[in-house]
T-cell receptor
């Protein structure tokens, strides 16, 4: 399977614990995104990387959240001191923007997500 | 005002029906527009990009009106397999690369 993969697929933790999720993008993709989705809502942007550089963080990414992409390949998202409000699906997406007629075209491909439940 | 707003739904239609979804966006600087499909407890998958001239892919037609900041999706001859949540998406964020999603509209096609 050459798509985006995420591990673990499910995580149950107690409030106050730290959790770490991993995302492996499609191999040639240089951009990697993290999103969060809660029930009944669309995904919300958290942060993105171009290669190993973290270029943007949304205001949703509190200081308890940290993301890395150390070698420009896989990425990790860590949540420290989890809270019940962190319960959500965490989605990773990757892309390889290409210049085509009309400008830069980019399609983001999503992984299956990690479903987090904080008790 | 939310950045992307969609019809609340749900839409319950019989097989063979034509159904239309509408969406408005608030950022006039948005340049990229998409419809994604999301099945229950699965990841979003790109259904189609939306271009200014409008575009069609089989039974699916997408339209964009930049002046009104309005996007639509028309599904003709609905199939049971079209049952899903349809997410209207525009680009955004400070760098313009993030995807900004609407809440989604749920479609249920019945036989």
């Amino acid at each position: 399977d050459t798509g985006v993969s995420q591990n673990p697929r499910h995580k149950i933790t107690k409030r106050g614990q730290n959790v770490t999720f991993r995302c492996d993008p499609i191999s040639e993709h240089n951009r990697l995104y993290w999103y969060r989705q809660t029930l009944g809502q669309g995904p919300e942007f958290l942060t993105y990387f171009q290669n190993e550089a973290q270029l943007e963080k949304s205001r949703l990414l509190s200081d308890r959240f940290s993301a890395e992409r150390p070698k420009g390949s896989f990425s990790t998202l860590e949540i420290q001191r989890t809270e019940q409000g962190d319960s959500a699906m965490y989605l990773c997406a990757s892309s390889l923007p290409r210049y085509q007629i009309g400008g830069l075209q980019e399609t983001q491909y999503f992984g299956p997500g990690t479903r987090l439940l904080v008790l | 005002r939310k950045e992307v707003e969609q019809d609340p739904g749900p839409f319950n239609v019989p097989e063979g029906a034509t159904v239309a979804f509408n969406c408005t966006y608030s950022n006039s600087a948005s340049q990229s527009f998409f419809w994604y499909r999301q099945d229950c407890r699965k990841e979003p998958k790109l259904l189609m990009s939306v271009y200014s001239s409008g575009n069609e892919d089989g039974r699916f037609t997408a339209q964009l009106n930049r002046a009104s900041q309005y996007i639509s999706l028309l599904i003709r001859d609905s199939k049971l397999s079209d049952s899903a949540t349809y997410l209207c998406v525009v680009n955004g964020g400070r760098a313009g690369t993030a995807l900004i999603f609407g809440k989604g509209t749920t479609l249920s096609v019945s036989s």
